[in-house]
């Protein structure tokens, strides 16, 4: 009989907490593949030089806040990432010798890791970006904390850029970690 009120009375008061929430960052992935082609190494370069594309990442906030008389508060942030890689694809070639398709391969696992990076980059700015918001003293006006709460979110994601930014110099867009096509 005691067994029956023991789990209640163990998560009574976790049920009853109605402190702030924020949630990990929910992720949306899409690869998008571009055609490259060629045999040798110098067809293959000059045609993946014509059809790169960098890719891009976005991170998205929303939060409730609750009124009272005189604050408004957040009680809830979600961030989502939308990141867009593009991944180039070699077309098969019957002329192309096994060591240069090796080599491709290679690369595009060297590429697939550094894209990685990014994808890191954009889900630790979307955590920042949760825990920054959900830090927001209320404010008097639920439009200030509004004004306050995206403010916050716009500079983080502005960091984000710079962070991308830096990211790619450090490893020379990937280069230094072998995400270079010889």
């Known amino acids: 009989m005691h067994r029956r009120w023991l789990l209640p ?34 067809t293959i370069r000059a045609s993946l030089n014509r059809h790169r594309q960098h890719s891009a990442n976005r991170v998205e906030w929303h939060f409730n806040w609750e009124s009272t008389p005189g604050q408004c508060r957040i009680t809830e942030v979600r961030t989502e990432v939308s990141v867009t890689l593009h991944q180039p694809r070699l077309l098969p070639d019957p002329q192309r010798p096994a060591s240069v398709q090796q080599q491709w391969d290679a690369y595009l696992l060297a590429l697939q890791a550094h894209q990685e990076g990014h994808v890191e980059l954009a ?13 927001l003293p209320p404010a008097s006006s639920c439009d200030q904390l509004q004004a306050s709460a995206n403010a916050t979110g716009g500079r983080l994601q502005e960091q984000l850029a710079a962070d991308d930014r830096e990211y790619d110099k450090r490893t020379q867009q990937g280069t230094l970690d072998g995400a270079h096509f010889p």
């Open 123 to 135: 889900l630790n700015s979307a955590r920042e970006i949760e825990r920054a918001i959900m830090a």
């Open 9 to 42: 009375l163990l998560l009574g008061p976790l049920l009853l907490a109605t402190g702030p929430v924020s949630a990990e960052p929910r992720l949306q992935n899409r690869v998008e593949s571009f055609d490259v082609s060629g045999a040798t190494v110098d």
